[in-house]
């Protein structure tokens, strides 16, 4: 028996894959958190007073706040003093075309896999990169524009259009929300900006890679997309990280924001470090992603693959206001050696008719230590509201742990909800089983686990439901005994 | 094709095969009866590799080769396959998905071209027929939700597909009707062959009345205490187990 368990750990504990580091000059703020900080990011950025103003506030809010405590999760303490809160390349690009980007980002790009002259040609993706905290290529705009489609930097967005900033920044997230929340609206750095006009199909899935760079920068990103009344965008958020010892921390927060008739599909394949075997080292996650249902009949769905990060602790939410609104999660969340997750979902219904769909898919290998905790609420004005949910744990070994925590807040009872949860255990009986078939040990893992997360990976778009399947298999691949 | 000399099998120190040896030759079929829990499966699980079983002595030798060195795909790819008495369910992966992953593992191993999706379902269904199961069965999780007579149609389903060289059938028949048996039986003969060799673990004669078997072995408490040809299985059905004891009992005494 101990055979076979070792066996089973040495699957499911191979090397990141795609740890490297880039080396691109960087620009620094000094380390530490006060408000001279933050000054010195807002005048760096050109910033409009408005948003100085609103991330002082964010700031002096946060020092009030407490770090939350109550995730299933355990880390030691975060130094805020400890960590530089902007780094930027030093040569300011401005790239019209490829050739002029940085040969080294270039290969950055294509070690990870997303050469972006491929992307250009071959699949239509408008790519606008975040390398570490500064875009600095940016595909496509012309043939968005020409829709009235905006898609870029949230510091461009910050100084060409100020006033939609100013309207929806923080409209679905306020900085008074949660810890992470706050500390992110004092300093974030940039992220993407997205909006697309009344009316407008956006005709082309948009596309941001995320990469953490600058050793010891926290990462801060800002992400806003506005769907006005009968828009559709799908957005795809996908991210690798370079290995390194330090843990890093990651606070994003994403809004986005569905008017009347919308549609807003967000679908992330995420990547970071998780640090190695023993858990050391590896990136902080905390993310705050909430979507606003604002308008009747909008649509807001969060598709997700998480493969990375020490500790993940996020729940990517939907606020269906709007009558008839529509919100969707759908999430694989894997855990492999110390990694720990703390994911799920809030449905908040509060128009009448709003639907919800829960679909979570746990899968927890090595010493992993999975934990879905989902919220669902119909509140007093929410008739007719459903709710279905559905939360899967997958275990590989056993010394892993999956658990579950579902909430549920009725005040209107007219409200349907459904709930299913599942564990299961990939057995030594079906390990051998395929072995007999012929089928290597690997390969009846990745089977298994992708029979499993099928359901999830049917609502990605195709290169990602792809790409999403071999960072499954990477995360469990290990030499086989 | 397969020599077993001396095999003796422990499970935590227990022992449960107490030297076996067999001879099995291409173009035969060997049946293997006994009581319950006298380790016909614990011989099929260790012939097919698997690890929970402590080989503590002997050897086997599979067409040359020392099969105990080999993990358990590599026997599988090397043409061993085993229908299990009690064959295992995979929730979440259709039937057909999983057999074209295992037989393309088995044609690469090869050095042949693996079949795309289009070739398969062509092969597939027209293997359905030789076990007269629906088509629906391929889109079904392997296994999941089957009954016990369907489980082991399956089986022999997924044999015919994989082609071996050497099949071992633990138990195949039983929890069969009638038809299903005669279906079962002929799935088998299917495959008998010149250069393919067949291990089957019964109860029953009546499997044995339609694949007839070249040799019958009584298995008995983890030895081999009576081989024969056919005829002793009917023996065994008419008289049961307890003679053959006593005769091993008063050869020892
Ligand atoms: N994993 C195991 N752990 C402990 N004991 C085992 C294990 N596998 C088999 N045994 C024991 O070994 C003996 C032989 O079992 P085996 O399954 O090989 O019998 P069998 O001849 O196939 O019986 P049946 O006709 O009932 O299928 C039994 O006493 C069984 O309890
Ligand atoms: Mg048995």
């Known amino acids: ?481 | 094709m397969l020599k077993i000399r001396d095999l003796r099998v422990a499970v935590e120190d227990k022992e449960i095969l107490k030297g076996i040896n067999l001879e099995v030759n291409a173009g035969e079929v060997h049946a293997i009866m006994g009581p319950n829990g006298s380790g016909k499966s614990t011989l099929a699980q260790v012939l097919a590799g698997r690890e929970t079983y402590q080989v503590t002595s002997g050897e086997v030798l599979y067409e040359g080769k020392d099969l105990l060195k080999m993990p358990p795909e590599e026997r599988a790819r090397e043409g061993i396959f085993l229908a299990f008495q009690y064959p295992i369910e995979i929730p979440g992966i259709s039937n057909s998905y999983f057999l074209k992953a295992a037989l393309n593992a088995i044609r690469k191993h090869k050095g042949l071209e693996e079949l795309d999706a289009m070739e398969f379902l062509t092969l597939a269904k027209q293997k359905l027929k030789i076990v007269e199961m629906d088509p629906s069965f391929l889109n079904r999780p392997v296994n999941e939700g089957f009954s016990g007579g369907e489980k082991k149609r399956n089986e022999i389903f997924q044999m015919a597909i994989l082609e071996p060289k050497l099949a071992i059938l633990d138990e195949t028949d039983s929890g069969l009707d009638i038809d299903a048996l005669k279906i079962v039986a002929n799935g088998i003969n299917k495959l008998r062959s010149k250069d393919n060799a067949i291990i089957l673990v019964t109860h029953y004669q009546r499997l044995l009345n339609y694949v007839i078997p070249d040799y019958v072995h009584v298995l008995f408490d983890g030895r081999i205490i009576k081989s024969g040809g056919k005829e002793l299985a009917l023996e065994l059905e008419e008289k049961g187990y307890d003679w053959i004891k006593e005769e091993v009992e008063t050869v020892r005494s």
């Open chain 1, 1 to 481: 028996m101990s055979n076979e368990t070792s066996t089973l750990e040495t699957l499911t504990s191979q090397e990141y894959k795609y740890g490297f580091v880039t080396e691109i000059e960087e620009e620094t703020v000094p380390k530490g958190l006060n408000e001279d900080i933050i000054r010195l990011i807002s005048s760096k950025k050109k910033e409009p007073d408005f948003l100085l103003e609103w991330r002082l506030k964010a700031y002096r809010h946060w020092l009030t706040m407490k770090e939350p405590k109550w995730a299933n999760v355990h880390y030691p303490p975060i130094d805020y003093q400890d960590i530089i809160y902007y780094a930027a390349p030093k040569r300011k690009p401005k790239w019209n075309s490829l050739e002029e980007v940085d040969p080294e980002l270039l290969r950055t790009f294509e070690r990870l896999g997303i050469p972006l002259e491929e992307q250009k040609r071959l699949s239509g993706v408008a790519v606008d990169a975040v390398f570490d905290s500064v875009s600095v290529a940016t595909t496509y705009k012309e043939k968005l524009a020409e829709l009235g489609i905006i898609f870029c930097s949230f510091s461009e967005a910050v100084q060409n259009y100020p006033d939609l900033v100013q309207r929806y920044l923080g409209s679905v997230v306020p900085y008074t929300d949660n810890f992470f929340a706050a500390l992110n609206s004092a300093v974030f750095s940039d992220g993407s900006f997205c909006y697309i006009p009344k009316g407008v199909r956006c005709p082309m899935e948009l596309s941001t890679y995320f990469r953490i760079n600058a050793s010891e920068t926290g990462q801060f990103e800002r992400t806003l997309i506005i769907a006005e009344e009968g828009a559709y965008v799908s957005y795809l958020e996908g991210c690798t990280a370079p290995m390194r010892d330090e843990n890093q921390l990651h606070a994003a927060v994403v809004e986005l924001i569905a008017h009347k008739n919308a549609e807003i599909k967000y679908s992330t394949v995420q990547n970071w470090y998780p640090g190695d075997k023993d858990g050391k080292g590896g990136i902080y996650n905390f993310v705050t992603k909430r979507g606003l249902c604002l308008g009747d009949n909008s649509k807001i769905s969060w598709t997700q693959v998480e493969t990375g990060s020490a500790i993940t602790w996020k729940y990517p939410s939907v606020i269906l206001k709007g009558d008839n609104s529509v919100g969707e999660f759908y999430s694989v969340a894997l855990t492999n050696n110390y990694q720990q997750a703390d994911t799920g979902t809030k449905m908040i219904h509060i128009g009448k008719n709003t639907r919800s769909t829960v679909i979570s898919k746990g899968i927890s290998a090595g010493h992993g230590n999975n934990t879905y905790r989902g919220l669902i609420k119909i509140t007093k004005s929410a008739s007719g509201a459903r709710n279905y949910s559905q939360c899967d744990s997958l275990l590989i070994g056993d010394k892993c742990g999956a658990h579950t925590f579902p909430y549920i807040e009725v005040r209107n009872n007219s409200a349907r909800l459904e709930h299913e949860a599942t564990t299961s255990k990939i057995g030594e009986d079906q390990l051998f089983y395929c072995n007999q078939r012929g089928l290597s040990t690997e390969d009846a893992v990745n089977l298994i686990v992708n029979g499993y997360c099928k359901e999830v990976f049917h609502h990605l778009p195709m290169e990602f439901a792809v790409e999403a399947q071999k960072l499954l298999a990477v995360s469990l691949e290990g030499s086989v005994g």
